[in-house]
């Protein structure tokens, strides 16, 4: 029995590793500026894991500070899945460019951000 167990996880590490090999296969064929956003994305992402890391770690002492942050990045990240949608698939947005997305993130981040700056006190 230990030797069957054995070949079913290496036939399962096999498959996972040509599920990851297919996966980046088929990323590297992605057009550049969803890998930008896509980038951006996990920026964000990062920022709102350390914010929360460091309330967690040192305490929420300036509790408004931290909440403008994590929402600030929370929020810029929601937006811009948002934008990564609307330049993914252009035929569920017809009527929407690209150019008009872009300008429409930037509006929504330059409003996200007044928001967050007034809400620091």
């Known amino acids: 029995m230990a030797k069957g167990d054995a ?12 599920m990851i090999s297919s996966f980046f296969s088929s990323y590297s064929k992605s057009e550049s500026q969803l890998k930008v956003i ?9 920022v709102g894991l ?17 909440l403008a942050g994590f929402l600030g990045a929370v929020g810029a990240f929601v937006l811009a899945v948002c934008l990564r949608l609307q330049v993914e698939k252009p035929s569920d947005f017809a009527n929407i460019s690209r150019e008009r997305a872009f300008a429409d993130f930037v509006f929504c981040n330059l409003i996200l951000f007044f928001v967050c700056v007034n809400f620091l006190g």
Not at 7 to 18: I, L, T
Not at 38 to 45: A, E, P
Not at 52 to 65: A, C, R
């Open 50 to 66: 350390i914010q929360f890391g460091y309330m967690v770690l040192v305490g929420t002492f300036p509790f408004n500070s931290f």
């Open 7 to 18: 070949r079913v996880a290496k036939s399962d590490k096999r498959e996972a590793g040509n």
């Open 38 to 46: 896509d980038t951006y994305l996990i920026f964000t992402l990062i």
